[in-house]
């Protein structure tokens, strides 16, 4: 049988963002119902000056940015649980039938742990699962589960692979 559980790693800026959206048009593309959410930069006047996270249902919000305040600190970017948290609240709630597309798991991400436990719900269930996972992580949430490593000689076959994959899941 095949993972219903694909994790995407790889080092850092190699394009697993990127490669995530892609497959979530492909699913689009076939009808294929999912639920879940992508990470994003922000940027003002050419400077990267943090993060957004953006539901598949058309939730926003700031996930890190170098002008809040917390105690959850990434490099120069300070953390907000609040939207990870609502956004992670709003996939529980709905009953997905679809696939659970995940961008990503990772430091900033793994500061709540109401979003870790929603994590290793989703591994640990028969949800199908596609999530992007950083490399430093990838070894505690691999277990039995499919991992895709993105290479400079995958990146651009990568989105069509997986999205194989899933469809015959």
Excluded: Q, W
């Excluded at 436990?117 to 949800?127: A, G, P």
């Excluded at 076959?157 to 899941?169: F, N, P, R």
């Amino acid at each position: 049988m095949k993972s219903s559980k694909i994790l995407i790693t790889g080092k850092p800026g190699i394009g697993k963002t990127t490669i995530i959206r892609k497959v979530m048009d492909g699913l689009r593309e076939k009808g294929i119902k999912f639920n879940g959410f992508y990470t994003g930069e922000v940027r003002e006047r050419g400077e990267r000056v943090g993060f957004k996270i953006t539901g598949v249902n058309g939730f926003e919000g700031m996930l890190a940015h170098v002008n809040f305040k917390t105690n959850f600190r990434v490099g120069r970017y300070f953390v907000a649980l609040d939207a990870l948290e609502e956004c992670a609240n709003n996939i529980s709630k709905i009953s997905c039938p679809g696939i659970i597309v995940i961008d990503e798991i990772g430091r900033m991400e793994l500061f709540s742990g109401k979003f870790e436990e929603f994590v290793e719900k989703i591994l640990n269930d028969d949800s199908v699962v596609v999530a992007t996972v950083g490399e430093k992580f990838i070894e505690r949430f691999m277990g039995n589960r499919e991992v895709f490593r993105v290479t400079p000689d995958n990146r651009d076959s990568a989105a069509g692979v997986i999205l194989d994959k899933l469809t015959e899941i």
